[in-house]
Protein backbone atom coordinates (compact mmCIF):
# COMPACT_ATOMS: atom_id res chain seq x y z
CA UNK A 1 0.00 0.00 0.00
CA UNK A 2 1.45 3.47 -0.87
CA UNK A 3 0.60 5.91 1.54
CA UNK A 4 0.75 9.57 1.38
CA UNK A 5 1.91 12.28 4.28
CA UNK A 6 0.19 15.37 4.56
CA UNK A 7 1.69 18.26 6.35
CA UNK A 8 -1.35 20.31 8.42
CA UNK A 9 -1.26 22.67 11.00
CA UNK A 10 2.21 22.12 11.99
CA UNK A 11 0.79 18.48 12.65
CA UNK A 12 2.06 15.10 10.45
CA UNK A 13 -1.24 13.46 9.24
CA UNK A 14 -0.94 10.23 7.12
CA UNK A 15 -3.64 8.74 4.68
CA UNK A 16 -3.88 5.79 3.44
CA UNK A 17 -5.93 4.26 0.18
CA UNK A 18 -8.58 2.35 2.52
CA UNK A 19 -9.78 6.27 3.11
CA UNK A 20 -8.66 6.72 6.20
CA UNK A 21 -6.55 9.16 8.21
CA UNK A 22 -3.63 8.17 10.89
CA UNK A 23 -2.56 11.00 13.32
CA UNK A 24 0.58 9.73 14.24
CA UNK A 25 0.95 12.15 17.04
CA UNK A 26 -1.91 11.14 18.71
CA UNK A 27 -2.02 7.54 17.48
CA UNK A 28 -5.46 8.02 16.19
CA UNK A 29 -7.24 6.43 12.74
CA UNK A 30 -9.79 8.66 11.63
CA UNK A 31 -12.70 7.98 8.98
CA UNK A 32 -15.65 8.97 8.16
CA UNK A 33 -19.04 8.12 6.41
CA UNK A 34 -18.83 4.24 6.94
CA UNK A 35 -23.35 3.71 6.45
CA UNK A 36 -23.27 0.03 7.82
CA UNK A 37 -26.04 -1.53 7.44
CA UNK A 38 -27.22 0.13 4.38
CA UNK A 39 -28.04 -2.37 2.28
CA UNK A 40 -30.50 -4.34 4.87
CA UNK A 41 -31.96 -0.76 5.29
CA UNK A 42 -32.83 -0.69 1.02
CA UNK A 43 -33.80 -4.44 1.25
CA UNK A 44 -36.56 -3.86 3.79
CA UNK A 45 -38.22 -1.03 1.24
CA UNK A 46 -37.77 -3.62 -1.28
CA UNK A 47 -34.90 -2.67 -3.22
CA UNK A 48 -31.62 -4.83 -3.34
CA UNK A 49 -28.29 -4.07 -2.82
CA UNK A 50 -25.17 -6.32 -2.84
CA UNK A 51 -24.54 -8.23 0.66
CA UNK A 52 -21.20 -7.72 1.85
CA UNK A 53 -20.27 -3.92 2.04
CA UNK A 54 -20.15 -4.18 5.99
CA UNK A 55 -18.25 -6.94 6.28
CA UNK A 56 -15.39 -5.56 3.54
CA UNK A 57 -16.03 -2.59 5.82
CA UNK A 58 -15.22 -3.81 8.75
CA UNK A 59 -12.32 -5.89 7.29
CA UNK A 60 -10.74 -3.17 6.29
CA UNK A 61 -10.68 -1.69 9.73
CA UNK A 62 -9.53 -4.63 10.70
CA UNK A 63 -6.68 -4.27 8.78
CA UNK A 64 -5.43 -0.71 9.29
CA UNK A 65 -5.85 -1.42 13.10
CA UNK A 66 -3.14 -4.18 12.54
CA UNK A 67 -1.04 -1.75 10.66
CA UNK A 68 -0.98 1.28 12.68
CA UNK A 69 -1.66 -0.18 16.52
CA UNK A 70 -3.87 3.26 17.14
CA UNK A 71 -5.12 3.79 20.76
CA UNK A 72 -8.02 5.38 19.07
CA UNK A 73 -10.54 4.61 16.71
CA UNK A 74 -12.60 8.15 15.62
CA UNK A 75 -15.77 8.28 13.32
CA UNK A 76 -16.61 11.37 12.01
CA UNK A 77 -20.30 10.73 11.68
CA UNK A 78 -22.56 8.17 9.53
CA UNK A 79 -21.46 5.36 10.69
CA UNK A 80 -25.10 3.43 10.56
CA UNK A 81 -27.22 4.39 7.91
CA UNK A 82 -30.46 4.50 9.01
CA UNK A 83 -32.73 3.00 11.63
CA UNK A 84 -31.83 -0.64 13.37
CA UNK A 85 -31.65 -3.36 11.50
CA UNK A 86 -29.77 -7.19 11.73
CA UNK A 87 -26.50 -5.51 10.22
CA UNK A 88 -25.71 -3.66 14.16
CA UNK A 89 -25.57 -6.79 15.23
CA UNK A 90 -22.72 -7.58 13.28
CA UNK A 91 -21.41 -4.55 13.89
CA UNK A 92 -21.76 -4.32 17.85
CA UNK A 93 -20.03 -7.63 18.34
CA UNK A 94 -17.10 -6.20 16.28
CA UNK A 95 -16.53 -3.85 17.94
CA UNK A 96 -17.07 -4.96 21.59
CA UNK A 97 -13.89 -7.41 20.61
CA UNK A 98 -12.01 -3.99 20.01
CA UNK A 99 -8.98 -3.28 22.72
CA UNK A 100 -8.48 0.22 21.52
CA UNK A 101 -11.11 3.47 22.50
CA UNK A 102 -14.16 3.70 20.12
CA UNK A 103 -15.46 7.19 19.34
CA UNK A 104 -18.21 8.61 17.47
CA UNK A 105 -18.96 12.40 16.62
CA UNK A 106 -22.82 12.25 15.38
CA UNK A 107 -23.48 12.83 11.78
CA UNK A 108 -27.25 13.09 10.35
CA UNK A 109 -27.47 9.63 10.11
CA UNK A 110 -26.76 8.36 12.81
CA UNK A 111 -29.85 8.17 14.85
CA UNK A 112 -30.49 5.23 16.59
CA UNK A 113 -31.09 5.18 20.45
CA UNK A 114 -28.49 5.95 23.25
CA UNK A 115 -28.37 2.34 24.29
CA UNK A 116 -27.64 1.05 21.30
CA UNK A 117 -23.97 3.04 20.86
CA UNK A 118 -23.65 2.36 24.41
CA UNK A 119 -23.85 -1.51 23.90
CA UNK A 120 -21.40 -1.30 21.63
CA UNK A 121 -18.65 0.33 23.50
CA UNK A 122 -18.78 3.29 21.62
CA UNK A 123 -18.16 6.88 23.57
CA UNK A 124 -20.67 9.42 21.81
CA UNK A 125 -19.55 12.82 21.50
CA UNK A 126 -20.97 16.17 20.87
CA UNK A 127 -21.24 17.51 17.25
CA UNK A 128 -17.50 18.35 17.29
CA UNK A 129 -14.41 17.04 19.17
CA UNK A 130 -11.59 19.40 19.47
CA UNK A 131 -7.70 18.31 20.49
CA UNK A 132 -4.39 20.32 19.23
CA UNK A 133 -4.98 22.70 16.22
CA UNK A 134 -7.90 20.17 15.22
CA UNK A 135 -11.79 20.25 14.98
CA UNK A 136 -13.29 16.88 14.50
CA UNK A 137 -17.01 16.57 13.11
CA UNK A 138 -19.07 15.37 10.43
CA UNK A 139 -20.32 18.60 8.34
CA UNK A 140 -17.43 20.47 7.20
CA UNK A 141 -17.50 23.90 8.87
CA UNK A 142 -14.76 26.45 9.78
CA UNK A 143 -14.23 26.86 13.03
CA UNK A 144 -12.30 30.59 14.24
CA UNK A 145 -8.59 29.46 15.36
CA UNK A 146 -8.75 26.05 14.48
CA UNK A 147 -8.57 23.16 11.20
CA UNK A 148 -11.26 21.81 10.84
CA UNK A 149 -11.84 17.94 9.92
CA UNK A 150 -14.77 16.79 8.63
CA UNK A 151 -16.37 14.32 6.45
CA UNK A 152 -20.10 14.25 4.91
CA UNK A 153 -19.85 14.99 1.09
CA UNK A 154 -18.28 11.92 -0.10
CA UNK A 155 -15.47 13.94 -2.57
CA UNK A 156 -14.47 12.40 -5.48
CA UNK A 157 -12.38 14.03 -8.51
CA UNK A 158 -12.63 13.05 -12.07
CA UNK A 159 -9.54 12.58 -13.77
CA UNK A 160 -9.22 12.76 -17.73
CA UNK A 161 -6.22 10.74 -19.47
CA UNK A 162 -5.07 9.83 -22.58
CA UNK A 163 -8.19 8.48 -25.22
CA UNK A 164 -10.76 10.49 -23.43
CA UNK A 165 -10.83 8.06 -20.32
CA UNK A 166 -12.06 9.26 -17.64
CA UNK A 167 -12.14 8.11 -13.79
CA UNK A 168 -14.16 9.17 -10.94
CA UNK A 169 -12.20 8.67 -7.97
CA UNK A 170 -12.58 9.30 -4.14
CA UNK A 171 -10.21 11.91 -2.58
CA UNK A 172 -8.92 13.61 0.70
CA UNK A 173 -9.52 17.43 -0.15
CA UNK A 174 -7.33 20.01 2.23
CA UNK A 175 -8.38 23.39 2.14
CA UNK A 176 -6.96 26.60 3.54
CA UNK A 177 -8.78 26.07 6.80
CA UNK A 178 -10.99 22.90 6.74
CA UNK A 179 -10.33 19.24 5.20
CA UNK A 180 -12.95 16.76 4.36
CA UNK A 181 -11.99 13.36 4.25
CA UNK A 182 -13.26 10.77 1.41
CA UNK A 183 -15.88 7.94 2.95
CA UNK A 184 -14.90 4.75 3.96
CA UNK A 185 -17.44 2.74 3.76
CA UNK A 186 -18.27 0.24 0.35
CA UNK A 187 -21.48 0.99 -0.59
CA UNK A 188 -21.42 4.83 -0.77
CA UNK A 189 -21.76 7.43 -3.38
CA UNK A 190 -19.62 10.13 -4.91
CA UNK A 191 -19.90 13.57 -4.96
CA UNK A 192 -17.25 15.33 -7.45
CA UNK A 193 -15.74 18.54 -6.35
CA UNK A 194 -13.73 21.56 -7.94
CA UNK A 195 -10.83 22.74 -5.24
CA UNK A 196 -9.61 26.11 -5.24
CA UNK A 197 -5.98 26.77 -6.39
CA UNK A 198 -4.64 27.09 -3.09
CA UNK A 199 -5.97 23.72 -2.05
CA UNK A 200 -4.41 19.79 -1.60
CA UNK A 201 -6.22 16.87 -3.03
CA UNK A 202 -5.36 13.44 -2.85
CA UNK A 203 -7.14 10.65 -4.54
CA UNK A 204 -7.67 7.38 -3.54
CA UNK A 205 -7.04 3.76 -5.78
CA UNK A 206 -7.25 0.60 -3.92
CA UNK A 207 -3.56 0.40 -3.72
CA UNK A 208 -2.55 4.45 -3.48
CA UNK A 209 -3.18 7.61 -2.27
CA UNK A 210 -2.07 9.86 -4.81
CA UNK A 211 -1.26 13.90 -5.12
CA UNK A 212 -3.54 14.88 -7.81
CA UNK A 213 -3.13 18.73 -7.41
CA UNK A 214 -3.45 20.57 -10.85
CA UNK A 215 -4.50 17.30 -12.48
CA UNK A 216 -8.40 17.17 -11.33
CA UNK A 217 -11.30 18.22 -13.95
CA UNK A 218 -14.20 17.75 -11.89
CA UNK A 219 -17.21 20.42 -11.21
CA UNK A 220 -18.11 21.57 -7.47
CA UNK A 221 -21.55 20.87 -5.73
CA UNK A 222 -22.88 21.27 -3.13
CA UNK A 223 -25.00 18.47 -3.03
CA UNK A 224 -25.24 16.33 0.50
CA UNK A 225 -25.23 12.55 0.43
CA UNK A 226 -28.38 10.73 1.08
Known sequence: MLTAEVDI?????????????????MHW???????LGK?????????????GHDEATLDRLDTLIEGFRPERLLILGDLFHSSHNNSWTHFS????????ALHLVPGNHDI?????????????????????????????QDHPGVYSI???????????????????????????RLAILPAFGMSTGLHVIRPERTDRVYAC????????????????TSQRTK
Open 39 to 51: AAHFRKAGAALPE
Open 93 to 100: AWATQQTI
Open 112 to 140: LADGRYAEAGLHVCADTLEEGPFVFGHEP
Open 9 to 25: AGELLILHPFRALYWPR
Open 205 to 220: TERAVLDVNGAFAGRA
Open 150 to 176: GGHIHPGVLLSGQGRQRLRMPCFWFGE
Open 29 to 35: LVVSDLH
